[in-house]
């Protein structure tokens, strides 16, 4: 079963910068699509930003501009610069590998990684 394993997030002023990582493993990481979610207090889940095995990127109208999704399939792991952050932005930030149907992105793993703290400071 694919395991995720987030990291990179911390406490950082409205202006700023971090850069998250996922390390994935599985055989199948580079013919997977990738999506970073992000999941605030009291907030339903959200995909922030997704990318094919073909590095082709998608991105929440929320982070456009601001965010950058990539990924390394040598190291089965994908990223997300995050810059110009804002307090909204304070949210667990989690990946999975995900489908498109229909217009839209699924992920398709129910084995969620423990996600990855992000706090944006007014």
């Known amino acids: 079963q694919v395991q995720f394993v987030e990291s990179g997030g911390g406490l950082v002023q409205t202006g700023g910068s971090l850069r998250l990582s996922c390390a994935a493993s599985?055989?199948?990481?580079?013919?997977?699509?990738m999506g970073w979610y992000r999941q605030a207090p009291g907030k339903q889940r959200e995909l922030v930003a997704a990318?094919?095995?073909?590095?082709?990127?998608n991105y929440a109208d929320s982070v456009k501009g601001r965010f950058t999704i990539s990924r390394d399939n040598a190291k089965n792991t994908v990223y997300l610069q995050m810059n110009s952050l804002k307090p909204e932005d304070t949210a667990v930030y989690y990946c999975n590998a995900v489908k498109y149907y229909s217009g839209s992105y699924y992920y398709t793993s129910d084995n969620w990684g423990q996600g990855t703290q992000v706090t944006v400071s007014s």
């Open positions: 599985g055989s199948t990481f580079s013919i997977n699509a």
């Open positions: 990318i094919s095995s073909g590095a082709k990127t």
